[in-house]
């Protein structure tokens, strides 16, 4: 049973009504969880990305900690689910 599955049932147990009164969201959403609602990070996506930065820089002959340090955004997607 995963992490997201187990919290919404400790939810269930505690006496709250998922979705009725409270939303459930997981921020880093397992493709195994179908059923809870959350944000899907992409991780294919950040790896393909990693690994193009790190061959532009071996292209460049750039080594060591960069001077000025870049940020990568990969966008996440929303998967719906039955906790909302």
């Known amino acids: 049973m995963s992490a997201e599955v187990c919290q919404v049932q400790w939810l269930r147990n505690a006496g709250l009504a998922v979705p009725e009164k409270v939303a459930y969201v997981f921020f880093t959403h ?3 969880s179908n059923a809870i609602a ?3 990070n992409n991780p294919e996506g950040i790896a393909a990305a990693a690994v193009d930065m790190v061959v532009a820089q071996l292209h ?3 080594s060591g900690v960069p001077a000025e340090p ?3 955004l990969i966008t996440p997607h929303w998967v ?3 906790t909302i």
Do not use: Q, S
């Open 80 to 82: 719906p689910g039955e």
């Open 30 to 32: 397992a493709p195994e």
């Open 60 to 62: 460049r002959n750039e």
């Open 70 to 72: 870049r940020i990568l």
């Open 38 to 40: 959350g944000v899907a």
